[in-house]
């Protein structure tokens, strides 16, 4: 007895392969991003308050759209601010402001290709880094990708994780990035130690 697939099924398993292989080079970009962002920051203090900037590019992070299912190949550069200031009680106030200018990128799977972009807009949280020190912070930054035709948006979810030293200098990182079809009500903040 032969057996006879449809078209469809053909593009299951193979759909899972691309999308396996996409996920892999994805976790490869944010290694290299993760390491990329600790060359590229810059620091400032201007009075009490510390400023670290790191600008992180991204020359192609596939992901899944959980929305539409959509495989889209983003590509830009995000930058991290942490902006640091002392309390009265011997902490530090943290200002982290994620910004994803000209994030865009394109629909990969299935076809036909059409873009994404991103809103461009600053996603700013700021909490208190009390003592002792270092102290480490994982929080949640997002920016809404808009894709240019009739699909739902969806949101770049960006996992950081923040060190703060004694003398107040932050060191931020990136540990993993997703997609999700809401947008976050919180900013997730838990003290990691």
């Not at 920051?41 to 929305?67: F, R, Y």
């Not at 972009?117 to 909490?127: A, F, K």
């Not at 240019?148 to 200098?169: C, H, K, S, Y």
Request: charged letters at 15%.
């Amino acid at each position: 007895m032969r057996m006879t697939r449809i078209p469809s099924q053909w593009r299951s398993p193979l759909r899972a392969r691309i999308l396996l292989l996409l996920s892999a080079l994805g976790a490869l970009v944010l290694a290299g991003v993760g390491q990329a962002s600790a060359q590229a920051g810059t620091s400032s203090t201007t009075g009490k308050t510390q400023t670290v900037q790191i600008t992180i590019d991204v020359p192609a992070l596939p992901l899944e759209n959980l929305c539409n299912a959509d495989t889209v190949n983003l590509h830009g550069q995000e930058t991290i601010t942490t902006q640091t200031t002392p309390t009265s009680n011997g902490g530090y106030k943290v200002v982290s402001i994620l910004q994803a200018r000209n994030l865009t990128g394109s629909r990969i799977a299935p076809l036909p290709a059409y873009g994404y972009t991103g809103d461009d807009t600053q996603n700013t949280y700021s909490y208190e880094a009390p003592p002792p020190y270092p102290t480490t912070v994982s929080l949640l930054h997002w920016t809404k990708l808009v894709p240019q035709f009739n699909a739902p948006a969806m949101w770049l979810v960006v996992v950081t994780r923040e060190v703060i030293t004694a003398d107040g200098t932050a060191i931020p990182t990136v540990d993993r990035a997703y997609l999700t079809c809401t947008q976050p009500s919180s900013h997730d903040c838990h003290k990691v130690k």
